[in-house]
């Protein structure tokens, strides 16, 4: 295939690249001293660089590419939409067709009574969207003081001011006066790290009693809502233990509070069900959506709320002072809906349950047995490693939080594989169409990365084990 810029240099490119581009979430002394690495092209589940290596891409490029790289039918509905209606907006009272075919879609796909879909670009977008459609529903309904929105720690929801609010990423809120008021943060149903001496079903428990005891301390008249995520994806892949979610829906039901789920890694397969809320049973009021929507192929999220919900805002709401440029963009719309449709007929999520998942969780769990894992954890096609220094205690490394990490993620991409390190977990969210003999692939390379970084931790003396 022809190329569509004229590809210079990598070293140019990287000095361009250094001299121009401020990029997300990078240390800017660091890749202008080291390089971005420049990804030139993408098939199925590989990605390839400037310099002619192939990667076997295992975050399907950040959770987002759940169909895999390479679908020209996305690309000719692109096409065709762009002549037809490139743009026009759904504010003032009106719409189009891709938006509207895809808000009937999405609302017959999701779970519940979950009917109603706001648009956004992104999940960050979304995210933000649901902090205002929560405190402006309490308000219509007459109560204005339940304006706290409880989340957790460690939670990622996104990085603009508000959705960065609701996370609970301490390094992000250090940086530009984040959290807003009005946003409490309890913690995390981490059994791993935090567990102790509880087994995972008593501290899933205990995590969530710890949302009852905030609504407690806050005053239910307060509080409008609690977020979180089905599985914690940037967070480190956490999966809650079975009794988690049981225990947070009894006590949403039995107080006035409004449950988000922020599916928008979990939602269009990622767990092996169309949404992660099938998985753990969650009923929420509001379900964030974005990534898996379009499998990254064009920016777009949305917010989806409960019909209840919609009705009672069709009857107080008046008119939501909220929208985007771009809420519901056709292109944005048409290529979702593709997306949505090739998922459905090649039945991929039926598939990730019934065999790939089973198969993943086959090898990713085999390595356990590895000296340097403290535990191989996965549910759907995500999953984390917890690297130790000590696999009987859970022992954290007395090195820097994610010395660890960063070795062995260094090792992935120089050896074909790109896992992501959160600290010292490395974690995967491959593309779901990925077949038995790539997940082969995945765990024999991780197997050896991991062998390589041990045989580098020794040699660095970073065996040491420290405290939490
Ligand atoms: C990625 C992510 C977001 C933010 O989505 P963007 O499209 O990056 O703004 C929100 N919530 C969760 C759970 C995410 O993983």
């Known amino acids: 295939m022809e190329h569509l810029t004229n590809f210079q240099s990598t070293a140019d490119m990287q000095a361009a690249d250094a001299a121009h581009h401020l990029h997300p979430f990078t240390d800017t002394t660091e890749i202008n001293d080291k390089g971005a690495r420049i990804i030139t092209a993408a098939n199925g589940v590989y990605i390839n660089d400037s310099e002619g290596n192939k990667m076997l891409d295992a975050m399907a490029g950040l959770w987002c590419v759940n169909i895999g790289y390479g679908r020209n039918e996305l690309a000719d509905v692109a096409h065709r939409q762009m002549l037809e209606l490139p743009y026009y907006n759904t504010f003032f009272m009106t719409s189009h067709p891709p938006v509207i075919a895809l808000a009937e879609k999405i609302a017959d796909l999701m779970p519940g009574d979950l009917n109603r879909v ?13 902090i205002r459609l929560v405190r402006h529903y309490w308000a219509s309904m007459g109560k204005p003081d339940k304006r706290i929105i409880i989340s957790r720690k460690n939670a990622y929801h996104g990085s603009s001011v508000g959705s960065g609010s609701l996370g609970g990423m301490t390094g992000m809120h250090a940086q530009g006066g ?10 995390q149903p981490y059994w791993y ?8 079903e008593e501290f899933g428990l205990q995590a969530a009693r710890a949302l009852e005891a905030e609504i407690e301390r806050l005053g239910i008249d307060n509080v409008a809502a609690f977020i979180a995520e089905p599985v914690q994806g940037a967070g480190g892949v956490i999966i809650p233990p079975s009794t988690y979610w049981p225990e947070i829906q009894r006590i949403c039901d039995e107080n006035e509070i409004l449950l988000i789920a922020d599916e928008v890694i979990c939602a269009f397969g990622r767990t092996g069900n169309w949404f992660g809320s099938q998985t753990f049973n969650i009923r929420p009021d509001i379900m964030t959506i974005a990534k898996g929507l379009s499998s990254g192929y064009q920016p777009i999220g949305g917010s989806v709320i409960s019909e209840r919900m919609a009705k009672d805002l069709d009857a107080h709401g008046g008119e939501f002072a909220h929208g985007y440029t771009y809420s519901g963009h056709p292109v944005a719309s048409a290529v979702a809906l593709e997306n949505l449709r090739i998922l459905e007929e090649e039945k991929i999520v039926d598939t990730v349950r019934d065999e790939t998942a089973p198969y993943l969780t086959e090898k990713w769990s085999a390595l356990a047995d590895h000296p340097l894992v403290g535990e191989a954890r996965n549910i759907g096609m995500m999953g984390a490693l917890e690297l130790t220094p000590d696999k009987s205690a859970r022992a954290p490394f007395a090195s820097d939080e994610g010395t660890v990490g960063l070795i062995c993620r260094e090792f992935c991409f120089a050896n074909g594989l790109i896992m992501r390190h959160v600290g010292n977990k490395m974690i995967i969210s491959p593309p779901l169409v990925i077949s038995k ?11 050896k990365c991991l062998d390589l970084t041990l045989a580098e931790v020794n ?3 970073l065996m040491e084990v420290g405290t939490r």
């Open 437 to 447: 003999s790539e997940i082969d692939e995945l765990a024999e390379k991780a197997w």
């Open 118 to 130: 706001f648009f956004a670009g992104s999940g960050s977008e979304a995210n933000d969207t649901n």
């Open 193 to 200: 790290a935090e567990g102790g001496d509880l087994s995972p």
């Open 459 to 461: 040699n660095q003396g």
């Open 178 to 187: 984040m959290p807003i008021p009005d946003i409490t943060h309890i913690d």
